[in-house]
């Protein structure tokens, strides 16, 4: 069982930056593969970005590609999503998913899940 724990969410202005962190417990970590996804009051969670387990692949949706980056440190067993030009419509709720190896799109895909955190984007 791979127990995922979101932080770094929060309240940030328009054209503002966030660092979001997802840390996982299992010591297989570099096993997997991460994903974020984010789901907005009213609106169907939606794929934000994912990382093969050796993170040598990456895929972004088409609505934050070039402003958002995944990586992972699999030393920290830490998975990252850098948000920059944060746009109002990016506000959701973020959270992290695992899987084993592979990337996928498609929540679900992914076995294991984390409670999410709140980034808000407003003036």
């Known amino acids: 069982q791979v127990q995922l724990v979101e932080s770094g969410g929060g309240l940030v202005q328009p054209g503002g930056s966030l660092r979001l962190a997802c840390a996982a417990s299992d010591q297989y970590f570099s096993s997997y593969a991460f994903g974020w996804f984010r789901q907005a009051p009213g609106k169907e969670r939606e794929f934000v970005a994912a990382i093969t387990w050796l993170g040598e692949t990456t895929s972004y949706a088409d609505s934050v590609k070039s402003r958002f980056t995944i990586s992972r440190d699999n030393l920290k067993r830490t998975v990252f999503l850098q948000m920059d030009s944060l746009k109002p419509e990016d506000t959701a709720v973020y959270s992290c998913?695992?899987?084993?190896?592979?990337?996928?799109?498609?929540?679900?895909?992914?076995?294991?899940w984390g409670q999410g955190t709140q980034v808000t984007v407003s003036s």
């Open positions: 998913a695992a899987r084993l190896f592979t990337i996928a799109t498609a929540a679900d895909d992914y076995k294991y």
